[in-house]
């Protein structure tokens, strides 16, 4: 729980605050743009209170993604607006799951509902409103983890659901050893009609990115989009295992079609189209070139 005490002087007055607490994950940044920023300090603040019901609920869907638990309402607000409020639809049928934990950075999580099996995209915090949710949505038949980082709390999820969890062979940890599938080499693995499992090494020895119908990547750590939406990103800073081979994957990406970009860390990026996607990306690799 955030504490009044502990407010961060950047904070505007009004009711939501964030306190010293915070880790600049940037997930109440992305979730709610109108009432939280950046500071200098590279922690996030109140830059403006919600002023419409809809900023309202923005700021309390923050609060409930926060993992940290860095934000706070003065007036003690109820949370369940925010809480019902996820998984929440990006588009057709995936979903963010909000509930970001603090062992991953707070890395986002993403829902793929689909007759032949629910997929979830790295793990979320195991909160019991969301346990419940997904329970409602058909539950998880799949876990797929993108990298050694965001797996978060993988071992409650499948305990719960039962689901076959994946990983790259590379980026196997002691924290991984039990999961169920392990995927070895470089080559793209379909793994049906919809899905496809992509190798990105660079940001972590094995580093993957998943494929949904030729229109959303998951791409981990590896690639993302700025705060903003505005383009492509990816960063050199917290590459972990190997820039130039991160580089490659970056390219190798070109072989294949998508319009989103869904990353556990950064902000998404939507392009018109597939082709827009391309000449986005192509850009992206150009400036990280020169």
């Given at each position: 729980?955030?504490?009044?005490?502990e407010?961060?002087?950047?904070?505007?007055?009004?009711?939501?605050?964030?306190?010293?607490?915070?880790?600049?994950?940037?997930?109440?940044?992305?979730?709610?743009p109108?009432?939280?920023?950046?500071?200098?300090?590279?922690?996030?603040?109140?830059?403006?209170?919600?002023?419409?019901?809809?900023?309202?609920?923005?700021?309390l869907?923050?609060l409930?993604?926060?993992?940290?638990?860095?934000?706070?309402?003065?007036?003690?607000?109820?949370?369940?607006?925010?809480?019902?409020?996820?998984?929440?639809?990006?588009?057709?049928e995936?979903?963010?799951?909000?509930?970001?934990?603090?062992?991953?950075?707070?890395?986002?999580?993403y829902?793929?509902?689909?007759?032949?099996?629910?997929?979830?995209?790295?793990?979320?915090r195991?909160?019991?409103?969301?346990?419940?949710?997904?329970?409602?949505?058909?539950?998880?038949?799949?876990?797929?983890?993108?990298?050694?980082?965001?797996?978060?709390?993988?071992?409650?999820?499948?305990?719960r659901?039962?689901?076959?969890?994946?990983?790259?062979?590379?980026?196997?940890?002691?924290?991984?050893?039990?999961?169920?599938?392990?995927?070895?080499?470089?080559?793209?693995?379909?793994?049906?009609d919809?899905?496809?499992?992509?190798?990105?090494?660079?940001?972590?020895?094995?580093?993957?990115?998943?494929?949904?119908?030729?229109?959303?990547?998951?791409?981990?750590?590896h690639?993302?989009?700025t705060?903003?939406g505005s383009?492509?990103?990816?960063?050199?800073?917290?590459?972990?295992?190997?820039?130039?081979?991160?580089?490659?994957?970056?390219?190798?990406?070109?072989?294949f079609?998508?319009?989103w970009?869904?990353?556990?860390?950064?902000?998404?990026?939507?392009?018109?189209?597939?082709?827009?996607?391309?000449?986005?990306?192509?850009?992206?690799?150009?400036?990280?070139?020169?």
């Amino acid at each position: 729980m955030a504490r009044l005490a502990e407010r961060l002087p950047e904070n505007v007055p009004g009711d939501f605050y964030v306190d010293a607490s915070c880790i600049d994950c940037a997930t109440c940044r992305l979730v709610a743009p109108a009432t939280f920023a950046a500071s200098r300090r590279d922690l996030s603040f109140v830059q403006r209170q919600p002023e419409s019901e809809s900023e309202r609920l923005r700021a309390l869907m923050a609060l409930v993604a926060c993992p940290t638990a860095s934000i706070g309402t003065v007036s003690r607000q109820d949370a369940r607006p925010g809480v019902r409020a996820f998984p929440e639809r990006l588009q057709d049928e995936v979903f963010y799951c909000g509930f970001t934990a603090e062992s991953s950075y707070g890395a986002s999580s993403y829902l793929i509902v689909r007759p032949q099996g629910n997929v979830l995209v790295d793990s979320p915090r195991a909160a019991s409103p969301l346990l419940r949710r997904l329970e409602e949505m058909g539950g998880v038949r799949t876990l797929f983890l993108s990298h050694r980082d965001d797996v978060a709390d993988h071992r409650r999820f499948q305990e719960r659901f039962a689901c076959q969890r994946m990983i790259h062979a590379d980026d196997v940890t002691r924290e991984t050893r039990e999961v169920e599938r392990q995927i070895e080499g470089y080559d793209p693995v379909r793994l049906d009609d919809q899905l496809t499992f992509i190798p990105v090494p660079g940001h972590t020895p094995g580093s993957a990115a998943l494929l949904y119908r030729e229109t959303f990547l998951f791409t981990g750590d590896h690639l993302m989009g700025t705060e903003d939406g505005s383009h492509l990103y990816a960063s050199r800073s917290v590459c972990w295992y190997s820039w130039p081979e991160q580089l490659r994957s970056l390219e190798r990406l070109l072989d294949f079609r998508f319009e989103w970009v869904l990353p556990g860390h950064g902000g998404r990026y939507r392009a018109p189209s597939a082709a827009a996607m391309r000449a986005e990306l192509e850009r992206l690799i150009g400036r990280l070139r020169a």
